[in-house]
């Protein structure tokens, strides 16, 4: 079936707390029950809904799990579902009834108070705002709008059900019926305020067009502003058939005239008058501080403006002429910027302290690693050949990168590759280049005499090769440039990442 054809909103009947609101004192807002009037409501409304309904169709009930609410929903389905007067084409267990908590209530927080606070908060809602006031210990309209969208959201996944039924009833209250009907049209703040509430056992129908899909509500929904509209034009024209006939107004309604206007009463602050500093004593360490804090301020506004005093009294020695000196001379000196810390005494000041000395030698010796750990391409035969120190938190066995390829990309991991091992690693290197070098002749196979300090400029790890590292150079020249190249390879500039 997909999308019901019906979407039916219900406000329950008329319980014991519409009709003596003193019960919600001593008795859980969920547990109040209908009267026996709400239960002859409840009745008619199944009747009503019978004469809506096609042979055809297939019902599915949501309703809130208060008592009223649910005592709503069974006097429905009793006539519903009845066979008196004629045969009903609805049987109840052909309907499926669910109980939905995101549909209940606006929580008015726990048991209420006496009538006279009660009707305090009331007004205090209505200056506020009936959407946002959050009642105390309990909700807003604003928070129950959250809940109902989370059901909008799951009735609509449901609406996707092949077999979803061609009729909807949502059995709720009067709130949240038109918090549902906000969140479904799109309703403003503005507009849900303006809206009255919903009478006991009111039908709000949602139906959905053929053609678009789309659901039009049928009922035209009653509003604050539309009454006292009705009421200046029901006073105008008693005014104008008592102007046409000479009588005079009753004196009830020439109060209303000539009554002044109530002076906006006070909710926020204290408004009796306040007293919490009566029982409330600051600790005495704060008080202490807050007074030194004070004398601090004072001190140093003191000091700016007899810093103030002492600079203009050497301006006018300097520039005797006032105004006619240039203007930089006449610009106010730029204020001291003061810290957080207004304390006279800066022993425990770090903007007092020297500033740490940095060792550029030691910083050019550790190695250089990148945000996350990863070491750079400076490997173990890099820093035993160079005689690096290793830093003591530091260990000598290297492990995998971030892309698991070794200290750097596409090299393989060492991290079984201890200190000793890299000793006699570094010295069969040298055998083996010693060892070709006598087969040659003592020529190196590059064609260049190797150097009697530290060989041959090597590339690093990314493949770059240092400066003038093509350029045969010897003696000095050549050592100052392998030098300058392992100082850069030690740099940040050389780091992988």
Aim: proline share 5%; aromatic share 8%; hydrophobic share 25%.
């Amino acid at each position: 079936m997909g999308r019901p054809r019906l979407i039916i909103l219900i406000r329950h009947a008329q319980s014991e707390g519409n009709k003596n609101r003193e019960i919600h004192q001593t008795i859980p807002d969920h547990r109040v029950k209908l009267t026996s009037e709400g239960w002859q409501q409840a009745r008619d409304a199944g009747s009503r809904l019978r004469s809506l309904l096609r042979p055809d169709d297939t019902l599915q009930f949501y309703t809130s799990p208060y008592r009223r609410t649910r005592e709503t929903t069974e006097g429905i389905l009793e006539t519903l579902t009845s066979d008196n007067p004629d045969p009903s084409p609805f049987k109840r267990s052909a309907m499926k009834v669910y109980e939905e908590p995101r549909l209940r209530e606006q929580d008015f927080g726990n048991f209420q108070p006496c009538s006279a606070e009660m009707e305090r908060m009331w007004q205090e809602r209505a200056d506020y705002g009936h959407f946002f006031y959050r009642i105390p210990n309990g909700e807003s309209a604003a928070d129950a709008y959250d809940r109902v969208s989370g059901f909008n959201e799951s009735l609509w996944r449901q609406f996707g059900e092949d077999d979803f039924p061609s009729v909807c009833v949502l059995v709720t209250h009067g709130l949240m019926s038109r918090v549902f009907l906000m969140k479904w049209y799109h309703f403003s703040v503005e507009y849900f305020e303006d809206l009255r509430n919903v009478n006991h056992c009111e039908f709000l129908i949602m139906k959905k067009q053929l053609d678009s899909g789309k659901y039009d509500l049928e009922n035209k929904l009653r509003t604050w502003s539309e009454l006292r509209r009705e009421r200046a034009a029901l006073k105008a024209k008693e005014d104008k058939e008592f102007a046409e006939t000479g009588k005079e107004r009753p004196k009830k309604l020439e109060r209303m005239d000539t009554a002044t206007p109530a002076a906006p009463r006070k909710w926020g602050g204290c408004p009796e008058g306040c007293n919490h500093g009566k029982n409330f004593k600051i600790r005495r360490d704060l008080a202490e501080l807050l007074q030194h804090d004070e004398h601090s301020a004072n001190d140093f506004t003191k000091e700016q403006q007899q810093h103030h005093h002492q600079h203009q009294h050497q301006h006018q020695h300097q520039h005797p002429g006032g105004a006619n000196g240039t203007i930089a001379s006449r610009r106010t000196p730029a204020k001291k910027v003061q810290g957080p810390n207004n304390s006279d005494d800066d022993s425990d000041d770090p903007r007092g302290a020297v500033p740490p000395q940095i060792d550029v030698t030691k910083a050019q010796e550790d190695v250089v690693s990148s945000p996350d750990g990863t070491p750079s391409f400076i490997t173990i035969e890099d820093r035993l050949r160079n005689a690096l120190k290793t830093p003591q938190k530091s260990s000598f066995l290297l492990h995998t990168g971030r892309d698991f390829g070794g200290t750097y990309s596409g090299h393989a991991s060492e991290e079984e590759f201890s200190e000793n091992d890299a000793r006699e690693r570094l010295a069969a290197r040298a055998a083996r280049v010693k060892n070709g070098l006598a087969a040659n002749g003592g020529v190196n196979v590059s064609g260049r005499e190797p150097s009697t300090t530290r060989g041959h400029a090597h590339a690093n790890r990314l493949g770059d090769a240092p400066n003038n590292s093509d350029q045969g150079s010897d003696g000095d020249n050549e050592a100052e440039d392998l030098d300058k190249a392992e100082r850069e390879d030690r740099s940040v500039r050389g780091s992988v990442y």
